[in-house]
C-alpha cells in the first residue's frame, strides 16, 4: 500500500503565440519533493469544470504569470506600463479561489498567484512598481533567477515567521507589479525595506492560505525557507485529505 500523498492543482499558463497551456516545471518539482501530487488544471473558464476537478484535490497552487490581473477587476484604469493581459487566466484563477474559499482548501500562492488572491478578496494593485513607487528597491532582478537578491521583514506571530525562523529570510524578485491595498480576510507577513508587501495570509483559524511574492520553486533545493513553505502547505494538503476523507466515510455509513 503506497503512502497517499495529497494532490495539489496547479492552475497553468497560457502561450497565445503557440496556442499551449503550460507551466514552469519547478512548480510540480517543489511540490513532489515535499511529498505532494501535482496535477495540471487547464485555464477553462467554466465554474462546473473547475468544481469537478478540484472534487479530486486537497490543496491548491496559484503559480506566477507573464501577465498582469486586468486592473479593471480591482476599479482602476489601465496604466501605461501595464503588462500583457490574459482573461482566460484571471477567470479561471478567480473561479478556482471562490471554488476553494467554500471548500476551504488550502492555498499556496506565488507572485502572481498572491496578486490574483488579494484582487479576488476586493484588494488592489500597485500596476508598476518602478514608475509608481518611489524609492522601491529593484524587484526585477534578472539571472541567475533562483538567487537570493532582497532581505524580508517579518509579522511577528505570522505563519511565515513560523517558517522562517528568527533570522528573518532573503528572497528572490521578479515582479513589477505589487500589493496596494489589502484585501479582506488577508494580512501581510511581510515586507521588503522599501514597505512593498512580500507575503499575505488569510488569519482566519480553520484554513491555510499563504502567498508570496517572490518565487520559493525557484532554487528550492538550496533554501531552508522554500522547502518549508512547501513541506508546510503539502501537510496541511495531507491534513484536508484525511479530514474530508473521514468526513465522507461518515456521511456513507450514515446515509447507509
Known sequence: MHHYRPRI??????????????LSRHYSEAVEAAGGAPLH?????????????????????????????????????THPALGPVHSIKDKTDLLVLEEL????????????????LNVSRGGTLIQDIVSQVQGAIEHEQGAPRDSPSHRIRLLEESRLA????????????????????????????????DGLVEALEDPRSDRFVLAVQWHPELGWERDPLSQALFSRFVSEAGQYAQTTHSQLVHARQSSG
Request: proline share 4%.
Open 162 to 193: 513560523s517558517l522562517a525562523g528568527r533570522d528573518g529570510a532573503v528572497v528572490n524578485s521578479h515582479h513589477h507589479q505589487a500589493i496596494e491595498t489589502v484585501g479582506r480576510d488577508l494580512v501581510a507577513s511581510a515586507w521588503a525595506s
Open 101 to 116: 474559499e467554500g471548500r476551504r482548501l488550502p492555498l499556496l500562492g506565488i507572485c502572481f498567484g498572491m496578486q490574483v
Open 9 to 22: 492543482g496547479i492552475t497553468m499558463r497560457i502561450e497565445l503565440e503557440t496556442d499551449r497551456f503550460y
Open 41 to 77: 488544471i487547464s485555464l477553462i473558464p467554466n465554474s462546473e469544470y473547475i468544481a469537478a476537478v478540484m472534487d479530486g484535490l486537497d490543496g491548491i497552487l496559484l503559480p506566477g504569470s507573464d501577465s498582469d490581473v486586468d486592473p479593471l477587476r480591482y476599479g482602476h484604469e
